[in-house]
C-alpha cells in the first residue's frame, strides 16, 4: 500500500499516541482481522453487530501489526491511532488507495441480478484484457466493509475494478460510491428487496439512484430502458447513457429466437447469437452487461458464443439432479417479489410435473401480506402441478390457491411430503429468502 504514517494519519483523520523509535516510516498493508493480519500491517479495530474488533487489538499486536486503528482506549504501550469512528477511516483509506491506483471503476447495483450482471461483466472483460489486469467483487462483499477491503485487493496493473455494491437502507449506495466513484454506473433495476427499510418501491428508486449521482461527470449510466423508474433515474443528470432491454429501441437490446436461446443486438447490429440461458432475467444481465462492456470502450464485434463460458452461478436458477434424476432447479440464494415471479415463469416453462416449493419472502415489512397474496395469484395464472411451502408469511400464499397447494409448519414435513409426491418426470424448482435456509430441501433430495 506504501503511505507514509503521517499520509496515512491526515487521509483517515487520525491522532497518534504511544510512539515509540520503532514507529515504520511506512504502510504495508490494512487489517481487519486480528487472526490473520500479517507482520507490519495495519490492524483496524471495527464495531461490528455483533462482535467488537478492539477486543482483539492486543492479538494483533501480538502478530505484527504496526499500529491498531481505534475509537476507544488502547492498551498501555501499544501504537495506537485514535479516530472517531473506524468504519469511516477504513472506507476513508481504500478511497484514497483507489485514486492511487485510478482503475476505470465499474459500478453494479439495482434489486435483483447485481452478482449474475458482475459475473458476465467480468466474463467478457477477460476477452479484452488479462485476467491480472480486472479486480473484481467476490462473494458478498458488496457493503460499507466489503467494498473498502475489495479496493485493498488493487495491485498496480489493474486496470479496471468491476464493484458490486448492496444496500438495505437509505444512504448506503450514496457512502459506497462516494468511496468509489465510477467511471460507469450500472442499475440492473428497480424492485423490492429490502423494501421494509425504505417504505416504497419510490423509496429504493431514490435509495438506487445516488449510484448516479456519484458517478463522474465524465462517466456513462448503464439503465433498464422498460423499468418503470427510468425517466426518474435519468431525471435531469448529463452523463451519457446507454440503456438495455428487450425493446428495440434500448441500445443493447437482446431477442428470445426460440426457447431458452437469445440473440443481442447493438442498435439493428447482431452482436452475439444462440446463447442459452434458463431464464429471461439472465438475457437481460447479460444484455446489462454488454452494455457495460461497450461503454468501456471495448469492440463489441466478433463475438462467439465459444468464447463465453457463462458457468451456472450457484443457488441461483441453478439446474441439478436430484438422486433419483428428477430435475431440481436451485433458486435458493435469496427471494424477494420480481425474483420469484421470474422463477415461476422459468418452471412454467417446463415440461414434466412441475413442483414449486417455496420459503418466506423476507424484508417487505407492512406489505408482506400484499406481496406474497400477489404471488399466489400470480401462480394460478401459470401452468404449475403443485405448490408447497413453508413459513408463516408464505401460507398467505397458500390461501390464494385451490388445488394441490400445501402449507407445512417445518421444511421436515415439507420434504417428507414432497418425496412422496414426487412422479418421474417432475421438475422442482425450490426457492425462498436467506433466511429461510430453503438449501436444505435441496440437500435432502441430492442425498
Known amino acids: 500500500m506504501m503511505f507514509s504514517i503521517n499520509e496515512f494519519l491526515s487521509i483517515i483523520e487520525g491522532r497518534l499516541i504511544n510512539l515509540d523509535n520503532n514507529d515504520k516510516d511506512e504502510i504495508n498493508g490494512i487489517s481487519i482481522d486480528s487472526r490473520t493480519i500479517n507482520q507490519g500491517e495495519i490492524y483496524i479495530a471495527i464495531e461490528g453487530k455483533s462482535l467488537d474488533g478492539h477486543l482483539f487489538v492486543d492479538e494483533a499486536f501480538s502478530k505484527g501489526a504496526s499500529y491498531a486503528v481505534v475509537s476507544k482506549e488502547c492498551s498501555i504501550n501499544k501504537r495506537c491511532i485514535i479516530v472517531e469512528n473506524t468504519t469511516i477511516a477504513l472506507a476513508n483509506i481504500a478511497k484514497a488507495y483507489l485514486k492511487r491506483i485510478n482503475p476505470k471503476v465499474i459500478a453494479i447495483t439495482g434489486s435483483n441480478g447485481k452478482t449474475t450482471t458482475k459475473d458476465y461483466l467480468v466474463t467478457l472483460l477477460k476477452l479484452k484484457f488479462k485476467q491480472y489486469e480486472i479486480l473484481f467483487t467476490q462473494g458478498n462483499f458488496n457493503n460499507d466493509i466489503g467494498l473498502p477491503l475489495t479496493l485493498f485487493k488493487l495491485q498496480p496493473q489493474h486496470k479496471i475494478a468491476v464493484l458490486e455494491m448492496g444496500m438495505n437502507h437509505m444512504g448506503e449506495i450514496d457512502y459506497l460510491s462516494n468511496i468509489a466513484p465510477p467511471h460507469i ?122 468464447d463465453l463460458k457463462l458457468n451456472a452461478i450457484p443457488q441461483r436458477l441453478e439446474f441439478k439432479k436430484t438422486i433419483h434424476g428428477h430435475t431440481l432447479i436451485d433458486d435458493t440464494y435469496n427471494s424477494n417479489p420480481t425474483s420469484m415471479k421470474s422463477a415461476i415463469d422459468l418452471l412454467d416453462h417446463q415440461s414434466g410435473h412441475k413442483i414449486l416449493v417455496i420459503g418466506d419472502m423476507g424484508e417487505l415489512g407492512d406489505k408482506s401480506l400484499l406481496f406474497h397474496q400477489q404471488i399466489g395469484a400470480y401462480i394460478l395464472t401459470k401452468n404449475i402441478d403443485l405448490v408447497l411451502a413453508v413459513g408463516g408469511e408464505s401460507k398467505n400464499i397458500i390461501d390464494q390457491l385451490r388445488n394441490n397447494a400445501f402449507w407445512f409448519e417445518n421444511k421436515i414435513k415439507l420434504i417428507k411430503s414432497l418425496k412422496e409426491k414426487l412422479e418421474s418426470n417432475s421438475v422442482i424448482l425450490i426457492k425462498g429468502s436467506r433466511f429461510m435456509k430453503m438449501e436444505e430441501v435441496v440437500a435432502s433430495l441430492e442425498k
Open 185 to 306: 454506473a450500472v442499475i440492473t433495476n428497480i424492485g423490492e428487496a429490502h423494501i421494509q427499510n425504505f417504505g416504497s418501491q419510490d423509496e429504493i428508486a431514490k435509495a438506487k439512484r445516488e449510484i448516479l449521482l456519484n458517478t463522474r461527470d465524465t462517466g456513462t449510466f448503464i439503465l433498464p430502458l422498460e423499468d418503470a423508474y427510468y425517466d426518474f433515474l435519468v431525471g435531469e443528470l448529463k452523463q451519457k447513457i446507454i440503456s438495455f432491454g428487450h425493446s428495440k429501441a434500448c441500445d443493447i437490446y437482446y431477442h428470445e429466437d426460440h426457447k431458452n436461446s437469445y440473440d443481442f443486438f447493438d442498435k439493428d447490429k447482431l452482436i452475439v447469437g444462440g446463447i442459452k440461458f434458463n431464464a429471461r432475467s439472465y438475457a437481460e444481465n447479460f444484455c446489462a452487461a454488454l452494455a457495460a462492456l461497450k461503454a468501456a470502450g471495448v469492440s463489441l464485434n466478433n463475438f462467439k458464443v465459444s
